[in-house]
């Protein structure tokens, strides 16, 4: 039986879908560790060392049965050499792209009127001098 089939079996059953959707963060987060400790070569034992937590810990994270915190996974992603990339929501990708796109011109611009602003202080403090 293919993955997908099951699913839409399983999916059948109301009670096993609303179980599901309530868990779903958690079981995209043990999809996402698990293959990157696999790609890595880890075995949990390995991983579990390298991010100084015990086995039993990254077995929980792998089933899903519970949502890890930003900090476990920080240590999980230093432990695999990678970083951990800011969770988004879903909101902010349905909308259209040029707010994204204006919030982010507005920080680079704020960032450049923060530094030009630092700039004309310090040249005035040495003209003044």
């Known amino acids: 039986m293919k993955t997908q089939d099951l699913k839409n079996e399983l999916f059948k059953d109301k009670g096993f879908k609303k179980y599901f959707e309530q868990n779903k963060l958690s079981y995209e987060i043990a999809t996402f560790v698990m293959e990157a400790r696999i790609s890595k070569g ?9 991010a100084e937590t015990k086995q039993p810990s990254i077995a929980r994270l792998e089933r899903g ?65």
């Open 42 to 50: 880890f075995s949990q034992e390995e991983l579990a060392k390298k």
């Open 65 to 129: 049965s519970y949502l890890p915190s930003l900090r476990f996974l920080e240590k999980i992603a230093k432990a695999l050499d990678t970083e951990l990339i800011a969770p988004k929501f879903k909101l902010l990708e349905d909308k259209n792209k040029t707010a994204n796109i204006e919030i982010k011109h507005a920080l680079v611009f704020n960032h450049i009127i923060t530094k030009e602003s630092h700039l004309i202080e310090t040249k005035l403090k040495l003209t003044t001098i």
